[in-house]
T-cell receptor
Framework: AQRVTQPEKLLSVFKGAPVELKCNYS??????LFWYVQYSRQRLQLLLR??SRESIKGFTADLNKGETSFHLKKPFAQEEDSAMYYC???????????FGTGTRLLVSP | GAGVSQSPSNKVTEKGKDVELRCDPI?????LYWYRQSLGQGLEFLIY????????KSGLPSDRFSAERTGGSVSTLTIQRTQQEDSAVYLC?????????????FGQGTRLTVV
């Protein structure tokens, strides 16, 4: 079964603190993994994907196949990082995206 | 166009009426997805199109929901005899699909309110 689990509905941190948003997945093959972000009143947009291995807005995510995890990390959170974050997987080939339930990140001053 | 376009942006309808929601994907994108985002909920998958066919309709909540895609482009999501629980933001996304990449680009959504 294809499943993405984001165990935290809400993560609240202070500005400058490290952030880790957890994502675990269940899939028998080798999926592509993504993090999407939705800022207030904006459309859902791609933050990063595991195959690009980029750092976007200071965020990174490492795919751990052994633990089937794709946690999103940032060493120093900023207030503008406050948003809804969704982890998603795409099975190989032509198939739908499977999203987690999302984690709301609140960064307080 | 520059991105995925959805219309209308907002729709208020009376319970029992039918509604049609439209999605214009990015030109050249063969894959198209419909999701629903209810208040306080995550992204609920509805249906996936590859070209004009829908290999996965597993997320449609009832037979009141249907969707079609014509010319491998525009898609319409139809909800018949709307109910209050249908109130949500309906999101459309498109992607190149296949080995070209599966990054999905989302529209701004249609906020449906059933009164």
């Amino acid at each position: 079964a294809q499943r993405v689990t984001q165990p935290e509905k809400l993560l609240s941190v202070f500005k400058g603190a490290p952030v880790e948003l957890k994502c675990n997945y269940s899939y028998s093959g080798s999926p592509e993994l993504f993090w999407y972000v939705q800022y207030s009143r904006q459309r859902l947009q791609l933050l990063l994907r595991h195959i690009s291995r980029e750092s976007i807005k200071g965020f990174t995510a490492d795919l751990n196949k052994g633990e089937t995890s794709f946690h999103l990390k940032k060493p120093f959170a900023q207030e503008e990082d406050s948003a809804m974050y969704y982890c998603a997987l795409s099975p190989t080939g032509f198939q739908k995206l499977v999203f987690g339930t999302g984690t709301r990140l609140l960064v307080s001053p | 166009g520059a991105g995925v376009s959805q219309s209308p942006s907002n729709k208020v309808t009376e319970k029992g009426k039918d509604v049609e929601l439209r999605c214009d994907p990015i030109s050249g994108h063969t894959a198209l997805y419909w999701y629903r985002q209810s208040l306080g909920q995550g992204l609920e998958f509805l249906i996936y199109f590859q070209g004009n066919s829908a290999p996965d309709k597993s997320g449609l909540p009832s037979d009141r929901f249907s969707a079609e895609r014509t010319g491998g482009s525009v898609s319409t999501l139809t909800i018949q005899r709307t109910q209050q629980e249908d109130s949500a933001v309906y999101l459309c996304a498109s992607s190149l699909g296949g080995q070209s990449g599966t990054e999905a680009f989302f529209g701004q959504g249609t906020r449906l309110t059933v009164v």
